[in-house]
């Protein structure tokens, strides 16, 4: 964020860390509201611990329509 704030540059961000920015920076929001995906990584779900598993069971059912 120290090339926004010198001028050399804009960025999208989310809203949490422009909250708790130090930097001099303007914030605007976006007309249209931006969406990301994001992914889960783990080695094997076979050896995975008791609660990686429910956690992964509960994200299946959120993305259930």
Do not use: W
């Not at 540059?9 to 920076?25: A, D, F, H, Q, V």
């Amino acid at each position: 964020m120290s090339m926004i704030e010198s001028g050399l540059g804009i960025s999208i961000l989310p809203e949490l860390i422009l909250k708790r920015t130090p930097y001099r920076i303007v914030a605007k929001e976006l007309d249209i509201p931006a969406y990301r995906k994001i992914g889960l990584a783990l080695r094997d779900k076979k050896t995975a611990s008791l609660a990686v598993k429910r956690f992964l069971d509960y994200l299946q059912c959120r993305n259930q329509p």
